[in-house]
């Protein structure tokens, strides 16, 4: 089946830690995107990436970092400078040429 | 600053109804609208798309109404059946026909919650 994942479904910080978040498509999608997810706010753009080995900020980049060494994979590492991480993590990819972006199933960081 | 707007924040109807959730952009360069869907704890789904020279798209019981002069769009949900009750986005971006270093970056709206009584 294709499809993006992510992984992990939970995860927890301590202060001072930084964390990775997995992302990985079998879609064959040339795009690949982070976008948090806060209550009440919608979803906001971390970075993202149109071709392997580059990639550009989004509106909330501060406190983030990102590789996209394969096409299929885009690794989100939360660093403790994000001072506010907890919320819903979403990778999602899309196709050049269309812009239809299909969503994983999410990584929800809380901060211990 | 958001760049796409969406009303009303939340929105009950009893099953049967139609709840409509409207969306206004600003950026002239937007030329693709999806509108999401999204269940609590899961990623959101994309529900159907319109662009602006069609005025109007419908894929089953969910339809776009597009005003291209107004920069407005919006998501009437027919028959409203309790198990749309989610989180409903709209979204807007660029395409790859009109921007080559910034298409597919999707602007959300804030949400809306529509519950649907049985």
């Known amino acids: 089946d294709g499809g993006i994942t992510q992984s992990p479904k939970y995860l927890f910080r301590k202060e001072g830690q930084n964390v990775t978040l997995s992302c990985e498509q079998n879609?064959?999608?040339?795009?690949m995107y982070w976008y948090r997810q806060d209550p009440g706010q919608g979803l906001r753009l971390i970075y993202y990436?149109?071709?392997?080995?580059?990639?550009q900020k989004g509106d909330i980049a501060e406190g983030y970092s990102v590789s996209r060494e394969k096409k299929e994979s885009f690794p989100l590492t939360v660093t403790s400078a994000q001072k506010n991480p907890t919320a819903f993590y979403l990778c999602?990819?899309?196709?050049?040429?269309?812009?239809?972006?299909?969503f994983g199933p999410g990584t929800r960081l809380t901060v211990l | 600053q958001q760049q796409v707007k969406q009303s009303p924040q939340s929105l009950i109807v009893q099953k049967g109804g139609i709840p409509i959730i409207n969306c206004a952009y600003e950026?002239?360069?937007?030329?693709?609208f999806p509108w999401y869907q999204q269940f609590p704890g899961k990623g959101p789904a994309l529900l159907i798309a319109?662009?602006?020279?069609?005025s109007e798209k419908k894929e089953g019981r969910f339809t776009i109404s597009f005003n291209k002069s107004a920069k407005q769009f919006s998501l009437h949900i027919m028959d409203s059946q309790p198990g749309d009750s989610a989180t409903y986005f709209c979204?807007?971006?660029?395409?790859?026909?009109?921007?080559?270093?910034?298409?597919?970056?999707?602007?959300f709206g804030a949400g809306t919650q529509v519950v649907v009584t049985p």
């Open positions: 879609l064959n999608h040339d795009a």
């Open positions: 319109i662009r602006p020279d069609v």
């Open positions: 950026n002239t360069a937007f030329d693709y």
């Open positions: 990436s149109q071709i392997v080995n580059d990639f």
């Open positions: 979204a807007a971006t660029t395409s790859a026909a009109m921007t080559t270093d910034s298409w597919g970056k999707l602007q």
């Open positions: 999602a990819s899309s196709i050049y040429g269309t812009s239809g972006a299909f």
